[in-house]
């Protein structure tokens, strides 16, 4: 079968500083690259790192990279990701919904003009985070292209089925969802190296309590909360230190916040990781954190990810992460937007080292 994929970001081969992406699109790479290895002849819709079109291709999967022009809220615009897929013949059309309208009007274009069925996952949806209009009136837009594909759509995945009735947009769609879990590839997380010798590659101290979040620096994902919980952990745990790691439209504002709080010195910003150094990061760990603050937290693969490295879990209760994080067993649920409960938890892992072992 040839399946199209369309997707904002598809990861690069190589780590390629200037083109960022999340959870939802690494999601898309592993589905990709899992269904060419099945004998599917796979195409690849998405934007490039650069303002020039190209063309990859590596046995049954082929990648359309289509010329960033300019850079709106962080999203790229690349208008020849509408038009010229349609250059190619699929059999059925698959779009990733994650953060930005191209990709989504470039689907539904060509699942109405070719006639072919279209399968979305639903990766969150995506709630007005700032005060400007400028981001208030794009979100608008945005999730008005989002409604449209959803009506349009043959068939919804959803990646937690506890997340169907938290979103705003999935409740009225019951009738043609399906609820498919994310997955990670557990050989990438494989690695032959011991803590201390993750947090010496990496340049971490090996003699600290290491809190880790790794994700976008974006309001949604609540790094501002748990800037505000390190005061109580280090008035308790004075040997702890916070790895923030990932880039963001929040990294200034963030910073701004750790000298404010005078934390400085116990938070180190390692800026965005790419993916064959993301195992060390985790692995460096004592505890992960995930404190989102919207339902737009569909799933939060992080917490997967940590997981396979044996991190024990601190994430807020909202959105589908209870699908995933079991409150006791693998970790902490705590409310969002609560600084307190989330030092309290944070706290509770750091000085129980028996029971970070069993989570």
Same mark, same amino acid.
């Given at each position: 079968?040839?399946?199209?994929?369309? $997707?904002?970001?598809?990861?690069?081969?190589?780590a390629t500083?200037?083109?960022?992406?999340g &959870?939802?699109e690494?999601?898309?790479?592993?589905?990709?690259?899992?269904?060419?290895?099945?004998?599917?002849d796979i195409?690849?819709?998405?934007?490039?790192?650069?303002y020039?079109?190209? $063309?990859?291709?590596?046995?049954?999967i082929t990648?359309?990279?289509?010329?960033?022009l300019?850079?709106i809220?962080?999203?790229?615009?690349?208008?020849?990701?509408?038009?010229k897929p349609?250059?190619?013949?699929?059999?059925?059309?698959h779009?990733?919904?994650?953060?930005?309208?191209l990709?989504?009007i !470039?689907?539904?274009?060509?699942?109405?003009?070719? #006639? #072919?069925?279209?399968?979305?996952?639903?990766?969150?949806?995506?709630i007005?985070?700032?005060?400007s @209009?400028t981001y208030?009136s794009?979100?608008?837009?945005?999730?008005?292209?989002?409604?449209?594909?959803?009506?349009f759509a043959? $068939?919804?995945?959803?990646p937690? %089925?506890?997340?169907?009735?938290?979103?705003?947009?999935?409740?009225?769609?019951?009738d043609? =969802?399906?609820?498919?879990?994310?997955? @990670?590839?557990l050989?990438?997380?494989d690695?032959?190296y011991?803590k201390e010798?993750c947090? %010496?590659?990496?340049?971490l101290?090996?003699?600290k309590?290491? =809190?880790?979040?790794?994700?976008?620096?974006?309001?949604k994902?609540?790094?501002? /909360?748990?800037?505000?919980?390190?005061?109580?952990v280090?008035?308790?745990?004075?040997?702890?230190?916070?790895?923030?790691a990932g880039?963001g /439209?929040?990294r200034? %504002?963030?910073?701004e916040?750790?000298e404010k709080?005078g934390?400085?010195?116990?938070?180190?910003?390692?800026?965005?990781i790419?993916?064959?150094? #993301?195992?060390?990061?985790y692995?460096? !760990?004592d505890?992960?954190?995930?404190?989102? @603050?919207?339902?737009?937290?569909?799933?939060?693969?992080?917490?997967?990810e940590?997981?396979?490295c044996?991190?024990?879990?601190?994430?807020?209760?909202?959105?589908?992460?209870p699908?995933?994080?079991k409150?006791? %067993?693998? &970790?902490?649920? $705590?409310?969002?937007?609560d600084?307190?409960?989330?030092?309290?938890a944070?706290i509770y892992?750091?000085?129980?080292?028996?029971?970070?072992? #069993?989570?």
């Open positions: 079968m040839r399946i199209g994929y369309f $997707v904002h970001r598809f990861p690069y081969s190589n500083k200037n083109y960022k992406y &959870g939802g690494v999601v898309a790479y592993n589905l990709a690259i899992n269904m060419a290895k099945r004998g599917h195409h690849v819709f998405t934007t490039s790192a650069t020039k079109d190209s $063309v990859e291709k590596n046995e049954n990648v359309h990279r289509y010329g960033t300019a850079q809220l962080q999203r790229g615009i690349s208008p020849n990701l509408i038009f349609l250059k190619h013949e699929v059999d059925i059309v779009v990733h919904i994650g953060s930005s309208p990709e989504l !470039a689907a539904l274009l060509y699942t109405k003009l070719k #006639k #072919k069925p279209l399968v979305a996952t639903y990766h969150g949806d995506v007005p985070a700032q005060k @209009i208030r794009s979100v608008w837009l945005y999730n008005v292209v989002v409604r449209k594909v959803l009506d043959d $068939v919804i995945i959803s937690s %089925e506890y997340y169907i009735n938290e979103s705003i947009f999935l409740r009225k769609y019951h043609k =969802i399906v609820s498919i879990p994310n997955g @990670i590839n050989e990438d997380f690695i032959p011991s010798e947090r %010496e590659k990496l340049g101290p090996t003699d309590k290491i =809190i880790l979040f790794l994700g976008v620096l974006h309001p994902k609540g790094p501002d /909360i748990l800037l505000k919980a390190m005061p109580k280090i008035s308790i745990i004075p040997d702890s230190e916070l790895v923030i880039d /439209i929040m200034r %504002e963030l910073e916040l750790s709080l934390i400085n010195d116990y938070v180190n910003f390692a800026g965005f790419p993916e064959n150094l #993301k195992p060390l990061y692995n460096s !760990a505890v992960f954190c995930l404190p989102s @603050i919207m339902t737009s937290e569909s799933f939060g693969i992080v917490n997967l940590a997981m396979v044996g991190v024990p879990v601190v994430a807020s209760k909202i959105g589908g992460v699908d995933i994080v409150d006791r %067993e693998n &970790g902490l649920l $705590v409310p969002p937007k600084p307190d409960a989330l030092a309290d944070i892992l750091l000085e129980n080292e028996d029971v970070r072992k #069993k989570m």
